[in-house]
């Protein structure tokens, strides 16, 4: 499965240490940026390049990352086609999957260790949608205001 991911700062040295254990794990990984750790970047270009990019890749899912991951899901939200959801356990990572067919987990670097930020991301890439009619009924909707 190809993997796009994102950060700003704040999360740098989470995305490398995802970009490196989800690549061993045999996952292909595009890598947004940042690529350098720059205190003062700003992260709405890379995150929205990030969703732009899922949105655009069939059957891939996206990964952004930030301080509190709020920003992140807000700018990855604003992308049609993206249902972003912002995860700070495995459980709401599960959920987002079975419930919301979400294309992009957001999570935040100064929120959980580097080995729990890399459960939550597992968890969530490896999370089927069941397509659940009540679920899909719900996301339909979402979708109807959106385009309309
Ligand atoms: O999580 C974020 C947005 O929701 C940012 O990563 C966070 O706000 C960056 O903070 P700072 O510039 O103080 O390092």
């Given at each position: 499965m190809r993997v796009h991911i994102a950060t700003d700062h704040a999360a740098f040295e989470l995305k490398e240490y995802l970009v490196s254990r989800l690549k061993e794990d045999g996952f292909e990984v595009v890598d947004h940026g940042a690529h350098a750790y720059d205190p003062?970047?700003?992260y709405p270009p890379f995150i929205i390049a990030c969703a732009e990019a899922v949105v655009a890749d069939e059957g891939a899912l996206g990964v952004v990352l930030g301080g509190s991951g709020n920003g992140e899901q807000i700018a990855a939200n604003k992308v049609r086609g993206v249902r972003a959801a912002l995860a700070c356990n495995v459980d709401l990572a599960r959920l987002a999957r079975e419930h919301?067919?979400?294309?992009i987990v957001a999570l935040g670097g100064?929120?959980?260790s580097l080995e729990e930020g890399y459960d939550i991301v597992r968890t969530f890439l490896d999370?089927?949608?069941?397509?659940e009619a009540r679920h899909q009924r719900r996301i339909d909707l979402i979708s109807e205001y959106e385009n309309r």
């Open positions: 003062e970047d700003d919301n067919n979400a294309n100064r929120m959980q999370t089927d949608f069941p397509g």
